[in-house]
């Protein structure tokens, strides 16, 4: 059997060792701790946005988003149905109804037209939501200046969940500064990694002051424990924060590399019948955290995505459907939605190709001829 090829797996820079060393040789191998500040830093410079607090996970970030904007129960939030779980997850925890709306073409994301038909439908139903969150799938910026302008219009704060779009840029800007807030991730498939963790990014510092208190039990001040709110234990830890340290190092580096999978996938399958890929619109750069294709089986002779999938399996390469849209999940199936088919078709037809920042050319080459293999 030839070595497994992932669909995209942690790739160590080299100075993350380090930093974890310092951690253990100071004895910070409790939370917080100066990798801690110094990732947040790091993060803070890297993006632009003048805060940032470390924690658990970007799902950790989103919920903390989410009660910073005060959702409560019975409340409704607005989020892009094609994305991963975790998007939506935390509109639940806080015991509020997610209201799913579907994806233009051009992105893949939240579609700004149907998001306002959602918005006013919600109010004349009698409610106005509470929060919006868009997206940027698999690193392409969502349509922000739209989004925006919807949101401005009824007075909804955005949260952009960014956690598969550090690196990208919409307008010149970080994919995550754009909204009220934004989260990112560091989980083990993303474009760097701390093993585990995410963070929040936004611009008002008392917000992301009251995120770091809620991380880490809310604790008041005062030399007993004394609390006035309701905590949670979301903060990251000072070793894993060392790891990501090291990754900020090299992240330009990971994202030069997605790019490059990309652009080599363009090179060898565009003109196959029936591949298609997306194209980043004027003024956006994606990250491309992962390389994606559309397959359609009435111009490529019968060759489907799964088709494509199941080859690539049996050569113990792993390539995955694209996300399946929220409104489709049967955890949701309660939830309002408000569709225009994309996301349905893209999940028919879309596939993820393995991406990761280490891969070689000679597993792009094999990866690409298995593929060609079945139009033959
Ligand atoms: C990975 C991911 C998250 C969650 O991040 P974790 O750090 O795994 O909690 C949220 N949203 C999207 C779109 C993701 O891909």
Redesign the pocket.
Known sequence: MNEKIWLSSPHMGGQELEYVKEAFQSNWIAPLGPNVDGFENDLAKYTGSPFAAALS??????HLALILLDVKSGDEVLCQSM??S??ANPIAYQGATPVFVDSEKDTWNIDPVLLEEAIKDRIAKGKKPKAIIP???YGMPAKMAEILAVAAKYEIPVVE?A??ALGSLYQGKACGTLGELG?L???G??IITTS???ALIGSNGDQIKKARFLATQARDNAPHYEHTHIGFNYRMSNICAGIGRGQMQVLDDRVEKRRRNFDYYVKELAGVPGISFLQEPEGSVSNRWLSTILVNPKESGGVSRETIRLALEKENIESRPL?KPMHMQPVFSGAPAYVNGVSEKLFEDGLCLPSGSNLTIQQLESIVANIKKLWD
Request: aromatic share 12%; proline share 0%; no cysteine.
């Open positions: 996970a970007g799902t950790a970030a989103l994305t991963f975790a998007s997206v940027h799938l969940d956690a598969e989260i991730s560091f989980n498939n993303k585990g963790g995410g996300w």
